[in-house]
């Protein structure tokens, strides 16, 4: 499914202020957050649709690239093959910690994390790599290189040293929060001393310094399905930052670049490309071979009388999408010769005489021109 208009997504119009970009990515969070909607696979897709489009519509440099330019302009905006953003957007979307946002919809504990010191997810990860057009046509395996963060493994992800322990944060007395008054309303944030936790580490664990995490460099093979367009990304579950205190670890996810071919082009799935044919081959037909993309030689009938820029098609020939293969075009480019041979310009001649050539030619419908 190709990809949806920023501003589409957002339900907004081109130009809208910031205040309303942030207005509306909020509105679809709460609608579509995956804590909200724990067992449905649409409403995950739509709330990630709306962080993806918050991201770029959010940063001036990238809403500028993208209003110019598509998706285009945006795509590697992150700074490069080996880029890694963490989706914190959300969080500084609501400011502090996210459960403590949902906690007043849904009354606490609906969030990745209580403020009790429930588990949270680590951070996603992000990995830019491109790949040439044939890898994505037909699909490949990719080995990735990058770093993230894992579990410790001395203190076994508690940050505490052996023998220690935690105990009950001083400033928000173990609830992770903090609440202030401000008239009628009770405002909750994120206790600043155990970073909502509720708990605080004895003495820290001398590998992780209390972090419970550690950074670690590791390879792995990524699979690029067949039919991969340009500008999709593809989701690594568990292979992003591991999360505190043994929890979760967060995803990676893959974006695809695709780089241009030499001499075809992709449209859905169907592959265009285009070959010459010299004035007697089309005036006459003949039968050439043609090399398609995945380097196999079929035979292309040209039927006599075609014309500069008529269109041949090759049935599933194209590109493999879910189990099928679209169709492969092949474009005639009539050439003239720039050069004769003094034979050569004797038969033309007998050949205008013969045909007994327009001096003055009507004009061709426009109509005409767009059929062909």
């Known amino acids: 499914m190709a990809k949806r208009d920023y501003y589409e997504v957002l339900g907004l119009q081109k130009g809208a202020p910031k205040d309303e970009i942030k207005k509306a990515y909020r509105k679809m969070a709460v609608k579509y957050h995956p804590d909200k909607n724990p067992d449905s696979k649409e409403a995950e897709e739509k709330f990630k649709e709306a962080t993806e489009a918050y991201e770029i519509l959010a940063d001036d440099q990238k809403r500028a690239a993208y209003d110019q330019f598509g998706f285009a302009g945006v795509d590697g905006m992150s700074g490069g093959q080996h880029d890694f953003s963490n989706f914190r957007g959300f969080e500084d979307l609501f400011g502090g910690d996210i459960s403590d946002f949902f906690g007043s919809f849904f009354g606490g504990g609906h969030g ?13 990860l992000r990995y830019d790599i491109e790949i040439p057009f044939k890898d994505a046509v037909f ?18 992800g508690s940050g505490a040293e052996s023998g220690s322990g935690k105990k009950v944060c001083p400033t928000c007395g173990g609830s992770g929060q903090i609440r202030q008054s401000a008239g009628f309303f009770s405002l909750a944030s994120t206790c600043h001393t155990c970073g909502g936790d509720g708990s605080v580490i004895e003495r820290p664990c001398k590998e992780c310094g209390g972090a419970g995490t550690v950074k670690k460099h590791q390879k792995i093979m990524v699979t690029i399905p067949s039919g991969v367009e340009n500008g999709r990304r593809i989701a690594i579950r ?92 092949i474009k005639l480019i009539v050439r003239i010769p720039e050069k004769l041979s003094k034979k050569s310009r004797e038969l033309l001649e007998a050949f205008a005489k013969l045909e007994g050539e327009n001096k003055k030619p009507n004009l061709i419908p426009l109509a005409e021109l767009a059929a062909d």
């Open 238 to 329: 568990s292979q992003g930052d591991a999360g505190p205190n043994g929890a979760p670890c967060g995803d990676l996810y893959v974006f695809i670049r695709v780089k241009p071919h030499e001499f075809f082009e992709r449209s859905g799935a169907d592959l265009y490309c285009a070959i010459p044919v010299t004035i007697t081959q089309a005036a006459l037909g003949c039968e050439l071979q043609v090399t398609t993309l995945d380097d196999k030689i079929v035979k292309v009938k040209i039927p006599a009388g075609s014309q500069n820029g008529k269109l041949l098609r090759l049935r599933e020939e194209g590109v493999p999408v879910a189990g099928r293969r679209g169709d492969f075009y």
């Open 112 to 124: 990745r994390r209580s403020g009790g010191g429930g588990p949270r997810h680590g951070a996603n």
């Open 139 to 156: 699909g490949t395996k990719v080995e990735i290189a990058y770093s993230r963060q894992v579990s410790c493994t001395v203190c076994g």
